[in-house]
């Protein structure tokens, strides 16, 4: 019983993390229609530019969270002007799947080569602390991690529901020929919401930094996961993915008490064939979805 | 309406042999011109990138579904045939086809679940079909050797290695071959016009009484046969399997960079874009030996080709050449009615956020 509590208290903790993630996926596809492939090769990049900060100053990889994010938020509205708004309506949403892949391998290729393909892991004056909670035992560090997921989501909600920007970007996802009738710059709009996506993945990424090694291929381990999230979840809505991360992460960390680690993950994967053959729009989908 | 005049097609039929015909020619004459071992094994693999390359096009270039998964069907190919060899002791050759025909089945229900959806989530599950084999293939060492590799017996025993290869070479061209005509056949048939129908506006096709979910099916499947095939007879040459390897998604990309560069549109699309892509990754091998700068330099190619070039090198070579030679002449060029809007529309601002009004949330 303890034990399952205790994988029950880490698959909340990991599952905000996934939450946190799939929403900057899902801003992507409401702002543009797009699927970002390259969404954790960034996250994959976040993490290597917090350690790589521990290492140079040997301060918390926390702090570098003021440069990242920002950094990471401009990048990401460049790559919308850049490149993604550049291609052919009429096949972006094919063709943007293999251009963010194809940044994807730039950053993993770019990443082996730099840093080796070495693993790396931070290690901290409080990286072996934990903490009992109810009778689990859970390291300090997957709970920072959390409460900087939670923190972020919440402040993504509200930046979404109270701002002025945020009525603009909801406006430009659910209708960008009115949201431009009644004066929204939609494109400029656009761009914004796809740096406060990438903006995520910096912040998902200094997390996962904390308590996790490192190596560049990593994000291969992270795609299909989020991925298998956003369908279930229902492509374009945030409160959708939020909970299909949350049972999804439950789910698997509860089933690595019988299975495994490794088979634990397929949960998913089964997940996603499962959608796919009753719900093909996501279980908590929005009407967006169904032309995907 | 066509509005070549008869010279002009003539000329064009001319032209359009020949290249076949020195392209035959320099396929079949590259084994006796190649004198070491190395050349001859980088033009198995090229031919191999080809097989899949042409076999990816059955689905994406007539119904444009782009999947990145297609490493999950070659890949299921080798580890059938290598089962099929070493545990059930068929001989290598039956091996192959048996593999081959229970992908094909296999298939159909992967398939029929995959095309239930478009656009982004067809991508997400192709890709999610690779990890998903991946893990299963890591995971079920006893059977399948895991990362340790499984080890398949070379079907001909007697023969040393350059001989090896030189038999591989041909057999691999003549299942080239096959996948090609098998090609041409379908893009000269109603049936393939009903999927390049699918391609141009599934909705418009399926409302005009093209059978859209079993045509799409139909490409599938092939696709998946000629995929396996390619699979099961580089499991056959290469003797060695590694799940990495075979369910990789990076192979899978390769794959549809290859056909995305050289056309989807042109039945030898995918062979020029083998070709020039194969040598590339080899020389790169050689130059810079085996740095991750090979995923940036696919990465970097597969993101110029998607910006700058989606119609891929053929149609842009044409282009040249018909400018260059004839250049009062009015040809047709094939245009998706999309494209042909797009350009028709005004110069930008172009709408920021999907497709227009079609989009309207209601």
Request: aromatic share 10%; net charge positive.
């Amino acid at each position: 019983m303890a034990l399952v509590f205790q994988s029950l208290v880490l698959g909340v903790l990991l599952g905000g993390l996934y939450a946190l993630l799939a929403a900057g996926l899902t801003l992507y596809f409401g702002v543009m229609r797009v699927v970002m492939i390259a969404h954790s090769a960034f996250l994959i990049l976040a993490a290597y530019l917090a350690w790589y900060f521990h290492e140079v100053t040997e301060l918390d990889p926390l702090l570098s969270l003021p440069i990242t994010v920002p950094v990471f938020f401009a990048a990401g509205v460049a790559m919308q002007r850049l490149l993604l708004a550049r291609l052919r309506p009429a096949t972006r949403t094919m063709m943007s799947v293999l251009l963010t892949f194809s940044i994807a391998l730039i950053i993993e290729g770019g990443l082996g080569y730099v840093f080796t393909g070495t693993q790396h892991r931070i290690q901290l004056g409080y990286s072996g602390t934990s903490l009992e909670l109810f009778g689990a035992r859970v390291a300090v560090v997957k709970l920072i991690a959390f409460a900087l997921a939670a923190a972020a989501l919440l402040a993504l909600y509200l930046v979404m529901m109270k701002s002025r920007f945020g009525q603009a970007l909801r406006a430009t996802i659910q209708h960008p020929e009115a949201a431009r009738l009644i004066g929204i710059q939609t494109e400029r709009v656009a761009g914004y919401g796809f740096g406060l996506g990438l903006a995520t993945a910096a912040i998902g990424g200094t997390a996962l930094a904390l308590d996790s090694t490192i190596y560049p291929s990593l994000h291969w381990r992270w795609i299909g996961p989020l991925m298998a999230i956003i369908v279930v979840g229902g492509l374009g809505s945030v409160p959708g993915t939020a909970i299909a991360a949350m049972v999804l992460g439950m789910l698997m960390s509860l089933l690595q008490i019988p299975l495994g680690t490794t088979w634990a993950q397929t949960v998913f994967y089964l997940a996603l064939f499962a959608t796919l053959a009753i719900r093909p729009q996501g279980f908590f989908g929005g009407r967006l979805a169904k032309r995907f | 309406m066509r509005s070549d005049s008869e010279p002009t097609r003539w000329r064009g039929r001319v032209a359009r042999g020949a290249a076949i015909a020195i392209g035959c020619a320099v396929i079949l004459a590259f084994p006796a011109v190649a004198d070491n071992p190395y050349m001859l094994t980088v033009g198995i693999g090229i031919l191999n990138y080809a097989v899949l390359a042409t076999a990816w096009n059955f689905v994406g270039g007539f119904t444009g579904y782009i999947s990145l998964g297609h490493a999950a069907l070659s890949g299921l190919g080798a580890y059938g045939t290598a089962l099929l060899v070493t545990c059930a002791g068929l001989p290598s050759f039956v091996a192959l086809f048996v593999a081959a025909a229970l992908v094909t089945v296999l298939a159909i229900p992967i398939g029929a679940a995959a095309l239930r959806v478009r656009g982004a989530s067809f991508v997400i599950v192709s890709i999610a079909l690779v990890l998903i084999l991946l893990l299963v293939f890591q995971s079920w060492a006893s059977l399948t050797g895991g990362s340790r590799g499984l080890v398949v017996p070379r079907p001909f025993p007697a023969l040393h290695r350059a001989e090896h290869h030189r038999v591989f070479y041909f057999l691999f061209a003549a299942l080239l071959a096959m996948a090609l005509v098998a090609w041409w056949v379908i893009d000269r048939s109603r049936f393939g016009l009903g999927l390049k129908a699918i391609r141009e506006d599934e909705d418009k096709s399926a409302a005009l009484g093209i059978a859209t979910f079993a045509g799409k099916l139909i490409a599938f499947v092939v696709s998946a046969a000629f995929t396996a095939l390619g699979g099961g007879l580089y499991a056959l040459w290469f003797g060695d399997l590694d799940p990495v390897f075979q369910f990789s998604v990076l192979t899978g990309s390769t794959v549809v960079l290859m056909a995305l560069l050289g056309g989807v549109r042109h039945l030898f699309g995918p062979l020029v874009g083998a070709v020039i892509v194969g040598a590339g990754l080899e020389y790169g091998k050689l130059e810079f030996g085996d740095t991750p700068l090979h995923l940036v330099g696919t990465g970097v190619l597969l993101g110029g080709v998607v910006m700058f070039m989606p119609e891929g090198v053929i149609p842009a070579l044409s282009g040249v050449l018909a400018r260059w030679f004839a250049p009062r002449e009015a040809s047709i060029r094939e245009v998706t009615a999309a494209v042909l809007l797009d350009s028709r529309r005004e110069p930008p601002p172009r709408s920021a956020s999907g497709e227009g009004p079609a989009e309207v949330d209601r």
